[in-house]
């Protein structure tokens, strides 16, 4: 026999399917008509599909995202299609969802997770304390403003010029010689100033020991 071949015998109605060896009974009386009415039908009669694509297959290529070889037929359930489309958006280029030029959505910073933490206010300030020396910032190109607050643990000053309004201060000229006695003045010398300028702004003076101002 020819395997798969059928024979519907119209006097007993009766549907029969050639095994290659023997007729085998496949459907009989109403079913074996209606089946015998469908498979005379034109393909363009079934819900207006086309033959080939009644006849497309899938092969297990296709099917590779819930694993090779597996049922055609098999599906994901709601909670895996939606790892997997966790899993796998925007781990290649191209993979990001293109938005139309109106621009992103709002979104609540409450849904944006994986994100690094943002400094505060109090933890940037903390920072720059704790890292940047005065050194390393730009130099002032106009007056400093102290607020009238007092500059403490002051080491050697080396500058040629110093402005204020405080009278009295604690001054270590470093590598100054006295112009009385010709000595460099030394840390915990007793000194004064001489003053030699006095203009409505600035004041100009140079140090000498108090002794020998005194002899």
Not at 27 to 48: F, K, M, N
Request: charged residues 25%.
């Amino acid at each position: 026999g020819i395997v798969d071949r059928f024979y519907f015998s119209t006097d007993i109605l009766i549907l029969e399917r050639d095994t290659g060896v023997a007729w085998a009974e496949v459907a009989r009386g109403e079913t074996a008509i209606r089946l015998v009415q469908l498979a005379e039908r034109l393909h363009t009669s079934l819900t207006g599909i086309t033959p080939d694509q009644h006849h497309t297959a899938f092969t297990p290529a296709d099917h590779t995202a819930i694993g090779d070889g597996a049922p055609h037929h098999a599906r994901y359930t709601d909670a895996e299609a939606l790892a997997a489309a966790k899993a796998g958006a925007g781990v290649l280029e191209g993979d990001l969802v293109q938005l139309d030029a109106v621009g992103l959505p709002a979104v609540d910073g409450s849904q944006l997770t994986g994100l690094p933490a943002g400094y505060t206010d109090e933890e940037a300030q903390a920072t720059v304390k704790a890292n940047v020396e005065v050194g390393d910032l730009k130099a002032p190109t106009k007056a400093l403003d102290m607020n009238g607050e007092d500059i403490t643990g002051v080491g050697s000053i080396t500058a040629s010029e110093l402005h204020g309004t405080t009278y009295w201060g604690d001054v270590y000229f470093e590598d100054v010689e006295c112009p009385i006695c010709h000595l460099k003045f030394k840390k915990g010398d007793k000194i004064m100033l001489m003053v030699n300028v006095v203009e409505e702004k600035y004041i100009s003076a140079f140090p000498v020991h108090l002794k020998c101002n005194e002899s």
